[in-house]
């Protein structure tokens, strides 16, 4: 049986890149049926950029401050995704809020990953926030986009313990490394799976078993 066709997605980033690099990691491993067709960049200088192109991806920078304003620059950025033929959006790191009509322009197809349990710590320093919190368990969430902070539907989530030792740092890592494996896989249940959104709920018409704390 013939498998069917790649999802193009556009990749959206602004700083070093290393979820986009575990999203075309699963592309190659054939467990994430996308191609990603455009890697946008808000920053020239990201390292992400660079290892974008490392990866044979076609990268661009589009700059905020090179755009007369927020919503010319948002034209900009959606036009080259609709020119890439893009379907799906991902944002990698990307640090700008999208608006309502960039939302609107890619309807329950825009996804991001954040470093906590949403909708615990969303926004800035996610990790320092949960440890000044004192909580035993945070983690990583690929939820929909909307216009708010961090606000959209969930879609999975992976729980990190958090040692007694822990710094931001260290914290930072451990969660990285968990949003390597949450977001391809999240993303990838979404492509090849049947699901429906029922006001803030995802649900997935096979729902999976909690595994190494992910859902
Ligand atoms: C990740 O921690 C992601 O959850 C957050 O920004 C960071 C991006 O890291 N939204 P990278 O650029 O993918 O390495």
Redesign the pocket.
Known sequence: MSRPAPTPIAVL?S??????VALQGAIDAGVLPARIVLVVSDVAEAA?VARARELGLHAVTIERRSAPSRAAHETAVVESIRAAGAEWVCL??YMRLLSAEFVAAFPNRIL????SLLPSFPGLHPQRQALEAGVRISG?TVHFVDEGLDSGPIVAQTAVEVLADDDESRLAERI?HA?HRLYPEALGRLLSESWSLNGRQVRFATPKPLRDGTL
């Open positions: 980033i700083g070093r890149g290393s979820n986009l992400g990698a790191g991001n990953i954040h470093p990583c990285l949003e």
